[in-house]
């Protein structure tokens, strides 16, 4: 009963990451926009998702008590909010000052969240967010199932919508853009506003996703959104296949799957005084797995898949 009550609760986790990698994949898998301010979009869905559920609390502002669903709702439309505002002014830089631009963004809201002590609890964060099915709390395996179902359903439902779009006219765009701006441009593309969309749409789930890892975890605090959660959530995505939805989501598997037991490695290896110290092996882990995996397979485990309109596809 422990073994399938951790199995799920290490699979619910996944899932949450799985989220934040297809918000990932619209903007760099779809697009080709290099964002490594993913912490700060999954971070102000957390915040944001939390400050509408959480009961009132003295000395914070916020506490509305409100649904978890109206929290999750308040997430996405924070992370897109978000994305329209840095994005209306960094989505025309090259790709390597919109990275700068986007980490920029990432160690500011960081700071706020750290240091807004009235609104977001500074270092100590915000507990007592409400959990879904709270009530099975205390019989762990039908806790983390039932979580697991409603985050599997999340992504189920994210994977199903976004493949629709990816093989829409608007998806091609997409790809057309990241290929040959100039060539997309000359068919009557607009390239700025096709990234802008995507840039919107990929905040959107990135805030979702931080919206449903609060609700799962109860609690939230600034040292959950440093730049570590990028670099996870880049590698679970080039490992996973760049480009395509399924390898996004066995990428947050594969790449949980080596954070979580290299993790269990320190704790059992390491004495109890130094085991901060070597925590920072498990980054060490994630890049030596990405490397082989690069060497392997440099597309990913699941390389994305070219598509072209079912109109060329037909024979005569």
Known sequence: MEILAYAAFFLTVAMTYATICLGLNVQWGQTGLFNVGVAAFVGLGAYVSAILTTPEATGRIGGFGLPIAAGW?????????????VGALTIRLRSDY?????????????????????????????????????ALQREALAFALTNLALSG?????????LERLARSPWGRALRAVREDETAAESLGKSPLRLRLEAFVLGGMVMGLAGAVQAHFIGFIAPANYLPALTFQVWAMLILGGSGNNRGAILGAVVVWAIWAATAALIA????????????????????????????WRPQGLLPEHRAISR???RRP
Do not use: D, K
């Open 98 to 134: 919109l990275a700068i631009a986007t980490f920029g963004v990432a160690v500011a809201l960081q700071l706020v969240f750290q240091n807004a002590e009235p609104l977001t609890g500074g270092a100590f964060g915000i507990g007592f967010i409400p959990r879904p099915f709270a």
């Open 153 to 161: 359903a999340v992504v189920l439902a994210l994977y199903l919508a």
């Open 73 to 85: 709702l308040g997430a996405a439309a924070a992370g897109g909010v978000l994305a329209l505002l």
């Open 268 to 295: 059992q290896l390491v004495p109890a005084g130094e085991q901060a110290r070597a925590s920072s092996l498990q980054l060490v882990a994630i890049g030596v797995a990405l490397c082989a995996i690069l060497l």
């Open 311 to 313: 109109h060329l596809s």
